[in-house]
């Protein structure tokens, strides 16, 4: 059984970047019709998906929540529940959910250069049933995780392993480690995350790491913000906290990127500080890379310090020989005792939630695609996508790119086009990575996604600034820019 439903933009995806690009389209083109199409059965997206102890932005709430809606809860650095529950206020303040269409996992979309339409073709999990949709534009906001399953390496010896090994993507609900020995492998975001959120209860929490991340400490609450909301109240101090949150961050790490090693001292002697005299530090938090070749790993108010500081947690830098029945053999010989082991070793990428595009019957190889302004693809046209920052918070580039789409539909009402494409004319202009991190979880999945440019439109640059001169207040056309009217449209007149 096939149905087929039409709008003037299809939304994939009910996450941050999803529910964003909802939000834009209702508030600055109240005309378009518009859905949702979200795989799973509620919003949010990782939020949503990701239930493992103590769960947390990484990065300030006041960036990472929208432009168009304040944060105003006393954390900046915010528990999931919390950013939760800011999601579902921005779907019912805005009635957004009338938009999403729960349980469609989008397979592929093809698109017809003579229509001007994009056929999209969504299944229900667990049916055979498919559903199609068309669409004049499509918006996808999938991220790049794959939200079926995390990364594990192959460990030798873990079915002798008579304890409970659990990733944190798939952390289970009744999973009771109250009084247990727990060691989690890993030393990125979600590690150090884990580790004081289940040192409270667990006997011991052992941290496993192969080599150390930089792990910096930052204030859980944000003073000044908090100030701020009771003196010129919740808009203006969102749009001033914002600002300065973006400037810090921005500051820091472009002070990484011209200074790394001056930069490697400062944030090594900041954990020094927290941890006690006689802790090594030169093994365990002292990376082998300069800061922000991976992303930082952001503790508030230093609560892994505490733990560790308080014997309530350790870190242990060594490597794996095996697993055995009663915990890990390491490769110098020891053996780490576990009741259960947390496997924090990354995640899977996975470009636009493996969906097929074709255009005109050709399947779209995406890493021949180049990116233009980051949000729409070479040779692909009417196809915008979200894709964040990795060093500053994700959701500040979302809210350019739907700004820029909306003014992009405008400009193509105002003059009767139908279709818009990217196109690359100068084959000879060096491609790069689209993300340049030398984080395993990038290495690993890279190849996979389109490339980036060097030049003009086609740069990828993880710089909020540039982007705020390139997609709010820089013009939507462009050179690279092929608008048209569909062949239907020109035979009808």
Known sequence: MTTTTHFDVLIVGAGI??????????????????????????????????????IRSDSDMPSFGYGFKPWTHRKAIADGHVIMDYLRQTVTENRLEEHIRFGYRVLGAQFSSPEGLWTVTARHPGSDETVQFSARFLF???????YEAGFTPEFQGVEDF?????????????????????VVIGSGAT????????????AHVTMLQRSPSYVFSIPAEDAIANVLNKVVGPRRAHRITRRKNVMLNRGIYQACQRAPKLMRKLLIANVRRQLPKNFDVDTHFTPRYNPWDQRLCMVPDGDLFKVISAGQASVITDRIERFTKTGILLESGQELA??????????????????????????VNLPDTTVYKSMMLSGVPNLVFAVGYTNISWTLKVDL???HFCR?????????YHTVEPVLRDPDMQRVPLLDMSSGYVQRAIAKFPRGGTSGPWTVQMAYEKDVERLRRGPVTDPALEFSVHQAARLAS
């Open 17 to 54: 970047s999803g529910i964003g690009a909802a939000y834009h389209l209702k508030t600055y083109r109240p005309g378009t019709t518009f859905a949702i199409l979200e795989g799973r059965e509620s919003i949010g997206g990782t939020w949503s998906l990701f239930q493992y102890p103590g």
């Open 140 to 146: 996808l906001g999938t991220g790049y995780y794959d």
């Open 162 to 182: 008579a304890g409970q090994v659990v990733h944190p993507q798939h952390w289970p609900q009744d999973l009771d480690y109250t009084g247990k020995r727990v």
């Open 191 to 202: 590690a150090v995350t884990l580790i004081p959120s289940m040192a409270g209860r667990a």
């Open 338 to 363: 576990a009741d259960i082991i947390v496997t924090a070793t990354g995640l899977n990428m996975l470009p636009f939630g493996k969906i097929q595009l074709d255009v005109d019957g050709q399947p």
């Open 401 to 403: 790119v739907c700004e």
């Open 408 to 416: 992009l539909l405008d400009h193509m009402d105002a003059h009767g």
